[in-house]
């Protein structure tokens, strides 16, 4: 049996035997292309916390940090599940797909656009310490372009096109907010030079992605706007968007309440920290473009073994990256702060309890991936429940302890929701969905080995620095540069070459192969 080709408009292939490895071809060249968007992202951003934490300083990164919050909250609710849903909805769609994309479009931006006007009708909302200068009052704007770049992106995703969300969010948005940042200063001055930053970036973003949307489906076939058509898209997919926003919230209600409880200075440094723990999660994010059109069509073909093997797969890819980079991160945590000024270092454990985070809640997203589709409300049900918890958890001690307590409620709340996810998914398809693997533990037990030889290096130095005439600032600054290039290297490495040997078998390796080998033909 010869493996179907997959032309960029196909919906995916999902089946036994040889067109099985071409699916997982397909998954392979998706995640390896989002995951050089992904190293390219994080190039870019880490330059980007740097200017804001050393130019900036952590007062104004906390502000910043709460109104893009607010913002991005409100192009949340204006995708209303367009994001995931509308690979479903064009997998079903018999009307031309530029007529399904036209008005997801319309809807999103309409519902950003009501969402925008009323934050500027409440500025208090999006800043709610300190004055509100006019700029201040149109900064909610920037809502109309996260949606619109979120859904137009999401539709080039149903084609397999996910070089176009690479080049929009790895590429020109995190290098426009670099670069915009450091003139900003200068030009706007300090309270207003990271928005102007990011409205930038969004803008730039919006256009690199509803370019390529337009040329890829053409405009649409005798379309006009229809107010009952609007509402059966945004009905079809509210379980969907009460998923998505209590996945995202989970994410934001930490930084929600800790903005509500500290001072702008603790906002600012658990800001940086938890931009640095998202970096694992991206990992994750980089397959949901090409795992969603595959999931979503083998669903519509009732082939729920292939649903599990697609998660497995992916599963077991990202623990990979992810517990790599957690372990590598995480054990450096006080270098990696102190890049960003010497204040930065007091959220060295919150950031390694957010590291553990996003390790812990992997599965379970992976896991949701497919339950959006299976069971929306009952996915629903349970990330409402997940976020309920956690918003308990972080009220019931933030006050005392600050800071863990955010990191803590939430990394609690993630498990819980990570293991029902996990457990009931595998009930509905009939087969195991788990990415755990014995070699994981064994590499990451190798990788920790040597990350508590780097932990050592600050002591050594400290212990030699009369010898080589060194003082405490550069004694400290030589530490931390030797944790952040030869103890990360060191730690990945080892990671990287045990689970080389003992986990990465057969299909595993397809992430690895470039195009044109024996993996990727069939793609």
Known sequence: MTAKSVTPG????????DMADAATAVLARGGRTSFAGFLLRLLARMPFLFIAGRLYGSAEVGRFGYAILVVELTAQLATIGLKRGLADALARATAPHANTVADALLLGLGLAAAGAGLLLVWPALVFPNGAITPADHLFPIVALAVAGSDISLAALAFR?????????????EPWTLTLVAVPAFYVVG???????AYAASMLAATAASLIPCARNFGPPLRWRPSGLRLWRLARDNAPLAGADLADWGS???????????????VVGIYFVAQNIASLPAKLKNSFDP????????A????????????????????????????????????ASLGLFGPAFVAGAAVLATLLTVELLASQGAIAEAALIYLLRRTNLAIAAGGLALQAALTLAFVERVGALAAAGGLAVAVLIVSIVKSALL??????????????????????FAVGLAVQRIPGW???IRASLGFGPGRTTALAEALQLSVGIIAILGTFAALIWMLGFKGPDRLLFRRAGRRGDRAV
């Not at 595998?426 to 990788?447: C, I, P, T």
């Open 251 to 265: 994410r934001r209600l930490d930084f929600f309440i800790l903005g509500r409880f500290a001072s702008p200075e």
């Open 290 to 297: 090409v795992l969603a059109p595959l999931l979503a069509t």
């Open 299 to 334: 669903i519509a073909a009732g082939d729920k073994q292939s649903v599990a093997a697609h998660v497995r797969q992916v599963a077991f890819w990202v623990l990979t990256a992810q517990f790599g980079s957690v372990l590598a991160l995480g054990m450096t945590a006080r």
């Open 190 to 196: 300090r309270s207003e030079g990271l928005l102007v």
């Open 10 to 17: 196909d919906t995916g292939v999902v089946a036994s035997g």
């Open 160 to 172: 397999h096109n996910i070089a176009a969300q690479v080049r929009a969010r790895s590429i020109i």
């Open 461 to 463: 130095l400290w212990a």
């Open 426 to 447: 595998a009930r509905v398809v009939g087969a195991s969905v788990s990415g755990w693997r014995a070699s994981l533990v064994v590499a990451a037990a190798g990788a």
